[in-house]
């Protein structure tokens, strides 16, 4: 080639990667590997196609280096003959070379040509897409969790694409807040949820109904948050309608809600005005679950709680007039509480309450005046002093039930040996019902499972531990038709049984694989 025209190659191979490098904002070594793969491929439709060319262009100066490499062998490959060189023919024009090394012969530049250079231009211009794809992939994947500013650049099918001036995002039909309208050029802020790695780039995806949207809202809005004074310990939403948002600090000195407000209300505004009107409720967080869910409920009255912390439900006590301000409108003030503190909240008025100690108290009274057969005033009397089952009868000491009012020794003896006498008469009545149905040793040793519990069983056919496997959790406790439905056993004790039981079926599988 022409001194004068490798001149202009090297000038332009400089300012393309130059253009390139500062348009796409990536590395200026990407575009020279781009262009050296182009060149290298234009030089192997000249040279062959099989041999092994490689080019190398100095970033510096533009010099291109075109050189064909063989390999060093002890014999010739007939597959890969062009590219293979006996040793001993390769000490010749290199004494030090080993095995495995390669000679590396310079070719001489040669004019690319027309089509050459649209080859090489393709290439080029693929190979800088992957680069900024793959920039752009990286770049927004660290920003998940971050709100991102751009502008709506289209709607297509009621999503949003946005425009975030290095990339385009998408906000799906479902992530937009009700009644929320946007046009093109809208500027727009948004949450960025997820990205993912595509074929024809980086899918970034936004949010505005996401929980943590509102999270970094305040984020921005209240300084304490920034700093890690405030700490945001759960968010609950219904978009566009009403929020809350639970906060908390360990400095005493600061009040995480009233600097959530703001003066007059200034900074908790500011993000409704962005969410269009979103109700936000902000609850001072509390280690105490029973103090959180009161906070949660308001600005309902709670008047009692109850916490069943291994199945995470929760019954509140209400002022009957409250019901509705404690539920709100369809159930959306407990069902936000119940979000917020991953409980599951019952909500039930002062008189239901009343209503329902009241059966409780004639049930317990009937079952002591039936099996213990006793006075009511003494059935009554028992119930009073919070025992709910003859089983703690039995086991409470005597010199406790003496301590009942109206109750001296002789009689909290006799009522204790009553309630010692039905237990053992139970648990013979249930050793006959399962020696009768023939319930399985194996069944029988069950841990967890006692004596009255295996009798209800076996009446209910289950007679072997995989019987009791190929129950389900609702066949086991529903509260209607449970086999164990009387038995105080919650979701996730009976859960735990069943797998355990089941844990027979992998070593009988395992045993069968052996054999």
Known sequence: MAKDKIKIIREEMLQVAETVAREKNIEKSVVFEAMEEALQKVAKSKYGLGKDIRINIDQDNGNISLFSYRKVVESIDDEEEENQILIKDAKKIEPSIELDGHIKERLPMFDFGRVAAQIAKGVIFQKVREADKSRQYNEYKDKVGEIAIGI?????????????????????????????????????RSYIYEVKEDSKGPQIFLSRTHPQFLAKLFFHEVPEIYDGIIEIKNVARDPGSRAKIAVSTKDATIDPVGSCVGMRGS??????????????????????????????????????????????????????DQLSLAIGRRGQNVRLASMLTNLDIEIITESEEADRRQEEFKLRSSIFINELDVEDIIAQLLVTEGYSSIEEIANQEVT???????????????????????????????????????????LKNFEGLNTKMLAQLAINKVK?????????????????????????????TANKLIMKARENWLITDNNVKDV
């Open 267 to 320: 900074r908790v505004q500011a993000v409704v005005s962005e969410l269009q009107g979103e109700k936000i409720d902000i609850v001072p967080w509390s280690e105490n679950q029973a103090t959180f869910t009161v906070n949660a409920l308001a600005p309902a009255e709670v008047l009692k709680i109850l916490i069943n912390e291994e199945s995470s439900k929760v019954e509140v006590v209400i002022v009957d």
């Open 400 to 442: 406790e039930l003496e301590k009942i009012e109206g109750f001296d020794n002789t009689l909290a003896t006799e009522i204790n040996q009553r309630a010692t006498n039905y237990i053992k008469d139970q648990e013979l009545k249930n050793l006959k019902i399962i020696k009768e149905n023939d319930v399985e040793e194996e």
């Open 152 to 188: 709506v650049k289209r709607i297509e099918f009621g999503n949003i694409i946005v425009d975030l001036g290095k990339a385009e995002a998408i906000i799906k039909r479902e992530e937009i807040i009700p009644r929320e309208n946007f046009k093109n050029g809208d500027r727009i």
């Open 464 to 492: 072997s531990l995989n019987d009791f496997a190929d129950l389900s959790t609702y066949e086991l406790i529903d509260e209607n038709e449970g086999i164990l439905k009387d038995f105080d056993i919650d979701e996730t």
